[in-house]
């Protein structure tokens, strides 16, 4: 096995289980975890492709990585303030009971 | 071999934090996931990625998910089920993606001609393509991350007329 086929076959692993997280879990934070753990998949698979890949002196994917830890950061703050409020509004963390704007 | 170990370690802090049942946990078992894969990015040549990913993530998302915690205080979930009820196509379908993933990560051609050049990025270079190439994107991201924190200040605040 190539190394960059391991480095993919360690990211496919992280996104099935933070999207299995995000999917299955009733607790929003840990929906949020889950978009975490996805995101971060996402940056290990730049990072291997820009070290095993061509033309790696025009940093491409690096750059990839460092704008996609800002969007995550700020993604991070919008969503537990989301959360905290809802939980202000109806004292519930827990996503099967929030049905109000559901049909 | 260093590879193997901070894989598992990463994965191992991944499924710790989807699976616990205590929040905190799972908050401590996400850093230790966010470390393991600091240690990849380190070995694989990219060291200020991996130095970015500790100060981010372990220094600022992790504590911010755990402040969250502490304020909704459901550190003990009352609900007997952890798992929304829908769960079993949830499950399938995540087993459906990941066997497509695997399939054509196995069958692609880019995985078998892929050089074994020593790609290093200093501090230098990294400095120089984020002021002259990327120097428009830096200033979007400067200006995203001040309205996500506007923002989320003004959506976590406490409203008019609530009562304490």
Redesign the interface.
């Given at each position: 096995m190539t190394p960059l086929t391991s480095c993919l076959l360690l990211s496919a692993l992280l996104f099935v289980i933070g999207l299995a997280g995000a999917l299955i879990r009733r607790n929003a934070i840990v929906v949020l975890i889950g978009i975490e753990l996805m995101l971060n998949a996402a940056n290990l698979n730049f990072i291997a492709f820009w070290r095993y890949g061509p033309n790696s002196e025009a940093l491409t994917g690096m750059m990839f990585v460092i704008f996609s830890i800002a969007v995550a950061a700020a993604e991070a703050a919008v969503g537990l303030a989301l959360i905290i409020s809802l939980y202000r509004h109806i004292k519930t963390a827990n996503i099967d009971e929030v049905v109000s704007m559901s049909g | 071999m260093l590879?193997t170990i901070f894989?598992i370690l990463?994965?191992a802090g991944?499924?710790a934090?989807?699976s616990l049942r205590n929040?905190v946990h799972?908050?401590l078992a996400?850093t230790l996931?966010?470390a393991g894969?600091a240690a990849?990015?380190l070995l694989?040549?990219?060291q200020?990625?991996g130095l970015?990913?500790i100060l981010?993530?372990i220094g600022?998302?992790a504590i911010?998910?755990v402040?969250?915690?502490l304020?909704?205080r459901?550190a003990e979930?009352a609900?007997p089920?952890?798992?929304?009820?829908s769960?079993v196509g949830?499950?399938v379908?995540?087993l459906v993606?990941?066997g497509t993933?695997?399939w054509a990560?196995?069958r692609s051609a880019?995985?078998?001609r892929?050089?074994?050049?020593q790609?290093e990025?200093s501090m230098q270079?990294?400095g120089n393509?984020?002021m002259l190439r990327?120097a428009l994107?830096l200033e979007i991201?400067g200006l995203?991350?001040t309205a996500?924190?506007i923002?989320?200040?003004t959506?976590?605040l406490?409203e008019k007329g609530?009562g304490r």
């Open positions: - | 590879f894989a990463t994965l991944a499924v934090a989807i929040l799972s908050v996400l996931a966010f894969l990849v990015y694989l040549g990219a200020f990625i970015a990913q981010v993530y600022a998302v911010l998910i402040f969250a915690i304020l909704i459901e979930p609900s089920s952890m798992v929304v009820s769960w949830s499950v379908a995540v993606i990941f993933m695997a990560i196995e880019i995985t078998q892929a050089t074994g050049s790609a990025a270079q990294i393509a984020l990327f994107p991201i995203l991350l996500a924190l923002g989320a200040v959506i976590a406490r609530e």
